[in-house]
């Protein structure tokens, strides 16, 4: 394998996103009645996955009444299939070296006001001590573009991660958000044990893509829209899609992402593990408020309608939010959530002053992971940290045949309290312990008196005298 960034080849490749088709949807549907937002709400909540058409109703049901049964719908869905449970990471900014020009990033090449800084393997040992240390066990790692980031170094830095142990604690799950690799490349950073790899695709607009993009590999809209169909080919069967949420109209992302999930869906029989829809933020030396950007309440219902259209595919909302924001979307239809994270280039252990300048953007939510935790507890959730199904190769298409009524039952609530028990015995505050331990208890007595509940209590038993990583 060569080192450095991959040769582009596209040849044969096309667009699945079919733009025309994607606006004339959203005309059609304007002004939808009560009553047909209502039958697709009800689809969704069967647990079917929504088509194009369906999903361009909700969009256009944008009066405050209708947008509230839409939330109220996302919060049912999100009870019947996740249960109580959010999951917990952090990002980890591995280095901010980066050859493209995206113009919206702080760390474009032509930002002279970005502080370049990549972690050396020792300084990435530190970072992982502060982050265990903390309590994490999931970790994203994230790269600029570099020919120094190449397959091998991406392979390295996970395993360098994966061996690190700090008392009780490991990380046990390591996601890449990296540039698209060619299937050579994919299969190399497989072999280091990675979870989930995700690229953002953007913007699925090629014309808004085009103007933000305008050179660096990066620039070719085919290699990136197609990177994590060479991800899949590669034997990597949990990929992560996502789009900058405010480059052009939400309402056309939102759709194009649907058309992304049902194309991974024919091709390989599974759709995204997740979907991100980050919203853009001011960054160092970048002027992001020339784009349309996405208001609140738009914000909300595209959370919202995505949770409705894809009912099985985990949803992500990181520290770009506002603590009331991540408060209210929490509740219909987020699975998971960073917290207590710092996106400056070695801030987690160096407590750098100055650690926005190495910033990709600038995050609004600044509370600990202990602080989150304890606000979870209280507001009725579950924290987990679990990694079961990934270490048990319950990913992909068999991660979707689990995903079926019971499974959360069976394995993802256990598991996360048993994870969450670990996290209160080895790091939490005292606060956060007793909030917990409440918590814990409330969702044991939901339970049913059967063999599950026996072994889990039995687990629990186990952790409590100091036995650590068990999982279903
Ligand atoms: N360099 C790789 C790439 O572009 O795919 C890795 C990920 S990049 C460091 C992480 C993501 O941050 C991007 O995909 C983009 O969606 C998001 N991002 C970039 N600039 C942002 C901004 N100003 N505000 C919020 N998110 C931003
Ligand atoms: Fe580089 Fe990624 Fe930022 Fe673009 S978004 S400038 S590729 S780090």
């Given at each position: 394998?060569?080192?450095?960034?991959?040769?582009?080849?596209?040849?044969?490749?096309?667009?699945?996103i079919?733009?025309?088709?994607?606006?004339?949807?959203?005309?059609?549907?304007?002004?939808?009645?009560?009553?047909?937002?209502?039958?697709?709400?009800?689809?969704?909540?069967?647990?079917?996955?929504?088509?194009?058409e369906?999903?361009?109703?909700?969009?256009?049901?944008?009066?405050?009444?209708?947008?509230?049964?839409?939330?109220?719908?996302?919060?049912?869905?999100?009870?019947?299939?996740?249960?109580?449970?959010?999951?917990?990471?952090?990002?980890?900014?591995?280095?901010n070296d980066?050859?493209?020009?995206?113009?919206?990033?702080?760390?474009?090449?032509?930002?002279?006001?970005?502080?370049?800084k990549?972690?050396?393997?020792?300084?990435?040992?530190?970072e992982?001590?502060?982050?265990?240390?903390?309590?994490?066990?999931?970790?994203?790692?994230?790269?600029g573009?570099?020919?120094?980031?190449?397959?091998?170094?991406?392979?390295?830095?996970?395993?360098?991660?994966?061996?690190?142990k700090?008392?009780?604690?490991?990380?046990r799950?390591?996601?890449?958000?990296?540039?698209?690799?060619?299937?050579?490349?994919?299969?190399?950073?497989k072999?280091?044990?990675?979870?989930?790899?995700?690229?953002?695709?953007?913007?699925?607009?090629?014309?808004t893509?085009?103007?933000?993009?305008?050179?660096?590999?990066?620039?070719?809209?085919?290699?990136?829209?197609?990177?994590?169909?060479?991800?899949?080919?590669?034997?990597?069967?949990?990929?992560?899609?996502g789009?900058?949420?405010?480059?052009?109209?939400?309402?056309?992302?939102?759709?194009?992402?649907?058309?992304h999930?049902?194309?991974?869906e024919?091709?390989?029989?599974?759709?995204?593990?997740?979907?991100?829809?980050?919203?853009?933020?001011?960054?160092i030396?970048?002027?992001?408020?020339q784009?349309?950007?996405?208001?609140?309440?738009?914000?909300?219902?595209?959370?919202?309608?995505?949770?409705?259209?894809?009912?099985?595919?985990g949803?992500?909302?990181?520290c770009?939010?506002?603590?009331?924001?991540?408060?209210?979307?929490?509740?219909?239809g987020?699975?998971q959530?960073?917290a207590?994270?710092?996106?400056?280039?070695?801030?987690?252990?160096?407590?750098?002053?100055?650690?926005?300048?190495?910033?990709?953007?600038?995050l609004?939510?600044?509370?600990?992971?202990?602080?989150?935790?304890?606000?979870?507890?209280?507001?009725?959730?579950?924290?987990?940290?679990?990694?079961?199904?990934?270490?048990?190769?319950?990913?992909?298409?068999?991660?979707?045949?689990?995903?079926?009524?019971?499974?959360?039952?069976?394995?993802?609530?256990?598991?996360a309290?048993?994870?969450?028990?670990?996290?209160?015995?080895?790091?939490?505050?005292?606060e956060?312990?007793?909030?917990?331990m409440?918590?814990?208890?409330r969702?044991?007595?939901?339970?049913?008196?059967?063999?599950?509940?026996?072994?889990?209590?039995?687990?629990?038993?186990?952790?409590?005298?100091?036995?650590?990583d068990?999982?279903?």
């Amino acid at each position: 394998m060569k080192p450095g960034l991959p040769k582009i080849d596209t040849e044969g490749l096309k667009s699945f996103i079919p733009e025309d088709e994607i606006f004339d949807l959203l005309e059609k549907t304007k002004n939808p009645t009560p009553e047909r937002v209502r039958e697709v709400i009800a689809r969704s909540l069967d647990k079917n996955r929504l088509e194009p058409e369906e999903m361009a109703v909700l969009i256009n049901a944008d009066t405050p009444e209708l947008a509230e049964e839409i939330f109220e719908g996302a919060r049912k869905l999100k009870e019947l299939v996740y249960g109580n449970r959010i999951v917990l990471f952090a990002p980890l900014y591995i280095g901010n070296d980066c050859v493209n020009n995206c113009q919206y990033c702080g760390f474009r090449c032509t930002n002279k006001e970005v502080a370049r800084k990549t972690l050396t393997l020792p300084e990435l040992d530190r970072e992982i001590e502060a982050l265990v240390n903390k309590g994490h066990k999931r970790l994203i790692l994230v790269y600029g573009e570099h020919p120094q980031y190449d397959a091998q170094f991406i392979h390295d830095t996970v395993k360098e991660v994966y061996a690190q142990k700090h008392g009780n604690g490991e990380i046990r799950r390591v996601n890449i958000n990296a540039a698209p690799l060619d299937v050579e490349g994919f299969k190399l950073v497989k072999s280091a044990g990675i979870g989930t790899y995700q690229i953002f695709q953007e913007t699925y607009h090629r014309e808004t893509y085009a103007q933000v993009h305008p050179s660096g590999p990066k620039s070719d809209f085919l290699w990136r829209l197609h990177g994590l169909d060479r991800a899949q080919e590669a034997g990597i069967d949990d990929v992560g899609i996502g789009a900058l949420m405010g480059l052009t109209d939400w309402r056309f992302e939102t759709m194009a992402l649907l058309y992304h999930t049902i194309h991974l869906e024919e091709r390989f029989k599974v759709g995204p593990h997740t979907i991100s829809f980050p919203r853009i933020e001011p960054a160092i030396g970048t002027d992001t408020g020339q784009y349309p950007g996405v208001n609140d309440f738009d914000f909300k219902r595209l959370v919202a309608i995505l949770r409705l259209a894809v009912p099985y595919t985990g949803l992500i909302l990181t520290c770009r939010e506002s603590v009331e924001l991540r408060n209210d979307i929490i509740k219909f239809g987020v699975s998971q959530i960073d917290a207590g994270s710092d996106i400056g280039v070695g801030a987690y252990s160096t407590k750098d002053e100055e650690s926005y300048k190495k910033s990709q953007f600038v995050l609004n939510d600044g509370r600990s992971l202990d602080q989150v935790i304890r606000e979870l507890c209280e507001a009725g959730f579950i924290p987990s940290f679990c990694t079961g199904c990934y270490r048990l190769g319950r990913t992909g298409e068999h991660f979707m045949e689990f995903a079926v009524p019971g499974f959360v039952k069976r394995f993802c609530t256990p598991n996360a309290i048993l994870t969450f028990l670990e996290y209160m015995e080895d790091y939490s505050s005292p606060e956060t312990k007793k909030a917990g331990m409440l918590q814990i208890e409330r969702e044991l007595e939901r339970m049913p008196e059967n063999d599950q509940k026996a072994k889990l209590v039995e687990r629990i038993a186990q952790v409590k005298q100091g036995a650590r990583d068990l999982y279903f």
